[in-house]
Nanobody, 119 residues
Framework: QVQLVESGGGLVQPGGSLRLSCAAE????????MAWYRQVPGNQRDFVAR???????EYVDSVKGRFTISRDNAKNTVYLQMDSLKPEDTAIYYC?????????????WGQGTQVTVSS
């Protein structure tokens, strides 16, 4: 059994900051990439940022220079530091992990955490 447990969402004013966390728990042998996606109700789930097991990162253009993804491999945890937040960043943020448990490699998703940017 594997689950991704997210935390850190909330309400923030434009220009503010939030830090999301996502911990992978369970019978995990190895985690390859970890990522964040976001979804506005009624729209598709969109890619935000990804970090590989070696630490290389990639971001969607709209968050470059404002968001920073990082991970703590010892804790199987990924973080998303979000600065200079804009109202258009409002969405449900989902954590994703590409991981190996026993002999099965698969994608796992967190339950989602709401981020609202509003004055």
């Amino acid at each position: 059994q594997v689950q991704l447990v997210e935390s850190g969402g909330g309400l923030v004013q434009p220009g503010g900051s939030l830090r999301l966390s996502c911990a992978a728990e369970g019978n995990i042998r190895s985690i390859y990439s970890m990522a964040w996606y976001r979804q506005v109700p009624g729209n598709q789930r969109d890619f935000v940022a990804r970090i590989s097991s070696s630490g290389s990162t990639e971001y969607v253009d709209s968050v470059k220079g404002r968001f920073t993804i990082s991970r703590d491999n010892a804790k199987n945890t990924v973080y998303l530091q979000m600065d200079s937040l804009k109202p258009e960043d409002t969405a449900i943020y989902y954590c994703n992990a590409d991981l190996l448990r026993t002999f099965i490699r698969a994608d796992y998703w967190g339950q989602g955490t709401q981020v609202t940017v509003s004055s």
